[in-house]
């Protein structure tokens, strides 16, 4: 089966591929390879891609509708994961219209060419936990409203699951969104608090604690995102009680955990300890994230089975090893 796969140099869709190219599919993945981050490590990400059987890449972006359409649109496309993106909640707050280009533009662009492809049969999206902004009841399950949001990045991604359902209802495309909830692991993004803390405490230098530690993220690691992605991609949803083939589903690892803990088993792992500068809340942030899974459990038997215990300790070795660090 040919799949296309959005940002498959980004972290999630590294891992997203390798796993499908295992399996014996075919990847074609596209990428921009912007500078959000530093585009070394997606280089790196994409060249223990490169030369595996069944892999292609093209450098495109997929905000440009034409050279989308003309790349991919004679191509033998069964199924697609779109995980192409801009990420990160404080950096809406800088460049509001890299996100509206990317996450809006580009999600329109990926849909329009999934209703034009002939055999088509599935879409695989990335939400976000985000969405559910200032939401006070815990845990956030997919059925909660979530329509006060608190950064722009939250806006565009809900704004992508209503465009989807639009799409959904006006051309029957069965799609699937995934609402991520704090994904790490090796090969991590560099602007995300644990890749930050590990190279601050390396570096003996403050890493910047908000809320003044008050906070708790559902972690989850990335081979239970992975497991969860590809069982999604492999089970199109049946017509829902409005006819329509699509839903939502929360993925995360069910256990929201203090930030002051996962700073313990870093510091436990790095063998040194961290310098903790205490900060206010950040705007566009929340305080808590706890996914319930219940309908992805029931739906695809999805149950995350690394704890941060194991998961940090992971990374920590990925790191070092990656940039040459055995401190």
Known sequence: MTILLTGVAGFIGYHVTEALLARGDSVIGIDNLNDYYD??????????????????????????????????????????????????VRYSLIDPFAYVRANLLGHTSILELCRRLPNFEHLVYASS????????????????????????????????????????????????????FTVYGPWGRPDMALYLFTKAILEGKPIQVFNHGDMRRDFTYIDDIVRGVVSALDHPPPPNEDGRP??????????????????????????????????????????????????????????????????????????????????
């Open 246 to 327: 699509y839903r939502v589903y929360n993925i995360g690892n069910n256990k929201p955990e203090p930030l002051l803990r996962l700073i313990d088993l870093l510091e436990q792992a790095i063998g040194k300890k961290a310098i903790r500068d205490l900060q206010p809340m950040q705007p566009g942030d929340v305080r808590e994230t706890y996914a319930d899974i219940e309908a992805i459990r029931n739906d695809l038997g999805f149950e995350p089975s690394t704890p941060i215990d194991v998961g940090v300790p992971r990374f920590v070795e990925w790191y070092r090893n990656y940039h040459g660090r055995n401190l």
């Open 129 to 180: 936990s985000s969405v559910y902004g200032g939401n006070t009841k815990l845990p956030f399950a997919v059925e909660d409203r979530v329509d006060k949001p608190v950064s722009l990045y939250a806006a565009t991604k809900k704004a992508d699951e209503l465009i989807s359902h639009a799409y959904s209802h006006l051309f029957t495309i069965p799609q699937t969104g995934l609402r991520f």
């Open 39 to 88: 585009p070394a490590l997606k280089q790196a990400r994409l060249a223990r891609l490169e030369g595996k059987p069944g892999f292609r890449f093209i450098k495109l972006d997929i905000a440009d509708w034409p050279a989308l359409q003309e790349a991919l649109g004679d191509q033998p496309i069964r199924r697609v994961v779109h995980l192409a993106a801009q990420a990160g």
